[in-house]
């Protein structure tokens, strides 16, 4: 089967990079914003065309700098809401099965207990919104697609929160991180194999899913975990949202249920700590 990977540059899909040897059935053709535009309806179609053996694609290609989105909302919107609906349109006229990628930021976070796929989303950033355009869009336009929302990815590939805690501690002693927003860290890798999973399954289970890795916990015991794995001695402060304004609001709790996901494809899915004593060790 041959697999299309969008956002090839991204830590998502470096993680499917590497899982490329453990899937040798699957034959993977990856492309980046300079050599696949998925904001460009016209080239889309003409690969597509050019590449008719195509029989999934995986959309890692996203915007996903949070703060600046609220400055750059048509960037974001173009990438994550327009470039979603390009890819379902020519996915949908090759008869090719979409994966696309989307974030528990559509989501508001005043719930107290796991999401689910039911919960109504309203988001509260620009991030947030232009990814829920995109998943109305892609379901507009395809049956044939799933999309998975995930949350705080992190790995070795990349810009991400653990990669950022561990440069940080290179150059110094004291870090403050907030305490009051609730979610789970999950490792792209983890992910990729998910993902990989549902492929090589050749489900037609289609629908919106959500994958995170078990358990929840704050942004603050995130970095605290990362430094006592790594060894580091850094004195870290628990600060609230509002001692560290930004300009993206964030969801306070952004917990998934991953129930359905669970029981159609049979997954054990791995705990946050587990997969970030993996990748540090």
């Known amino acids: 089967?041959?697999?299309?990977?969008?956002?090839?540059?991204?830590?998502?899909?470096?993680?499917?990079?590497?899982?490329e040897d453990q899937y040798k059935e699957l034959n993977f053709i990856?492309?980046?914003?300079?050599?696949?535009d998925i904001c460009n309806l016209e080239q889309l179609k003409l690969f597509f065309k050019d590449n008719h053996?195509?029989?999934?694609?995986i959309n890692c290609a996203a915007y996903t700098a949070v703060?600046?989105?609220?400055?750059?909302?048509?960037?974001?919107f173009q990438v994550n809401a327009?470039?979603?609906?390009?890819?379902?349109?020519?996915?949908?006229e090759n008869q090719v099965v979409l994966l696309h990628v989307s974030t528990d930021f559509v989501f508001d976070g005043n719930k107290t207990t796991p999401y689910t796929e039911v919960d109504t989303p309203n988001p509260i950033s620009v991030y947030g919104a232009s990814k829920l355009q995109g998943e109305v869009e892609i379901q507009k336009l395809t049956k044939e697609c799933f999309i998975i929302r995930t949350s705080w990815l992190y790995s070795e590939h990349g810009n991400n929160f653990m990669k950022t805690m561990l440069r940080l501690?290179?150059?110094?002693d004291e870090i403050s991180v907030v305490s009051d927003q609730i979610g789970t860290p999950t490792y792209a890798g983890d992910l990729a194999e998910v993902l990989l999973h549902i492929i090589n399954s050749k489900s037609t289970a289609f629908g919106l899913y959500h994958y995170s890795n078990e358990g929840e916990v704050s942004w603050f015991d995130f970095a605290k975990a990362i430094f006592n794995i790594s060894n580091l001695d850094i004195k870290l402060n628990a600060i609230t949202t509002t001692s560290y304004p930004t300009p993206a609001k964030r969801p306070e709790?952004?917990?998934?249920?991953?129930?359905?996901?669970?029981?159609?494809?049979?997954?054990?899915?791995?705990?946050?700590?587990d997969s970030l004593l993996k990748i540090l060790k």
Not at 169 to 172: N, Q, S
């Open 1 to 19: 089967m041959n697999v299309l990977v969008t956002g090839s540059n991204g830590q998502l899909a470096s993680c499917i990079k590497d899982l």
């Open 30 to 36: 990856y492309t980046d914003s300079t050599s696949l």
């Open 53 to 57: 053996i195509l029989d999934y694609c």
């Open 67 to 76: 703060d600046k989105a609220e400055t750059e909302a048509e960037k974001a």
């Open 82 to 92: 327009e470039g979603a609906k390009n890819l379902a349109l020519v996915c949908n």
């Open 169 to 172: 501690a290179e150059t110094r």
């Open 253 to 273: 709790y952004s917990v998934l249920e991953k129930r359905k996901l669970i029981s159609l494809f049979n997954l054990e899915i791995p705990n946050w700590k």
